[in-house]
């Protein structure tokens, strides 16, 4: 399990809010990588999937992106080759776009144990 988060505007990583305010959830992750930080870009740059598929030591037809921003998460998932699954999460109200059909959309992470999700 990984994550790819974007900085923002933090001076480095240790200020992000995954490591001041959800540090306890760090321990679920094998890698974190927080893109617009140490040289990485922000998403949707391929580079910070390139570098998370790396220490992950996985393919990009091995893995699913889970992402609630159509444009930096889908769209960044859709243009490495990697499966996007995006969640329209009520934790923020929101303007969402269109998107495509192709996609699949969730509105909770408990519908990834759905197993039609992947099959």
């Known amino acids: 399990l990984a994550m ?3 900085a923002q505007g933090q001076a480095d990583d240790s200020s992000h809010r995954v490591i001041t ?3 306890h959830l760090a321990e679920y992750f094998e ?3 927080i893109a ?3 040289d990485i870009p922000p998403k949707p740059n391929p580079e910070p999937f390139d570098l998370c598929l790396s220490q992950l030591q996985m393919n ?3 893995v699913v992106f889970v992402g609630d921003d159509w444009y930096i998460d889908i769209q960044g998932a859709l243009h490495k080759g990697i499966t996007p699954v ?3 999460h009520h934790l923020v109200k929101r303007n969402w ?3 495509d059909d192709a ?3 969730i509105t909770s992470l408990n519908d990834l144990l759905d197993q039609k999700l992947f099959g």
């Open 36 to 38: 617009g930080s140490k």
């Open 31 to 33: 890698v974190i990588i």
């Open 103 to 105: 996609v699949q959309v």
């Open 60 to 62: 990009e037809d091995e």
């Open 86 to 88: 995006w969640i329209k």
């Open 21 to 23: 305010q959800f540090s």
């Open 97 to 99: 776009p269109d998107g």
């Open 4 to 6: 790819i988060t974007n």
